[in-house]
């Protein structure tokens, strides 16, 4: 699991340095054979984050790519979440991942700090 993580990050970084962002496509659903047990969702946090102090500069929206790419492969829905707010005068932007009601890489407080301005992937619209 945390050889998975290194590599979902080290392709996410890789990704995001040679291709710009609009030019990204959602991360493969390629599920994993599930065996009889599949890891918890916390556990694949854990993952990524830990994997992710090997990974030069391995930043929230990293993190967070790979996260969701780790859920999707092994059957859980999740997007990740980009918010914005001001600290000091500046710009600050953060990612994290949402899976049900959980924020991950982050916790509840920290998110509420931040206004969300884009959901990856996008949500359809519900045309029934």
């Known amino acids: 699991m945390l050889g998975r993580a ?3 990050l080290l392709r996410i970084r890789i ?5 710009p962002w ?5 991360p493969a659903a390629r599920a994993i054979t599930v065996e009889s047990t599949r890891p918890g969702v916390d556990r ?6 830990a994997a992710s102090r090997f990974v030069p500069r391995a930043t929230c929206l990293t993190r967070a790519l790979a ?5 999707l492969q092994y059957g859980y829905r999740s997007s990740v979440q980009v918010g914005a707010r001001r600290a000091d005068g500046c710009f600050v932007a953060h990612a994290w991942v949402e899976h049900g009601t959980d924020s991950l890489l982050s916790n509840a407080s920290d998110v509420t700090q931040y206004v969300r301005f884009f959901s990856w992937p996008p949500s359809q619209p519900d045309l029934s």
């Open 6 to 8: 290194f590599l979902a």
């Open 15 to 19: 990704a995001l340095w040679v291709r």
């Open 22 to 26: 609009n030019r990204l496509t959602a």
């Open 44 to 49: 694949l946090e854990w993952a990524v984050l």
């Open 67 to 71: 996260l969701h790419r780790l859920l």
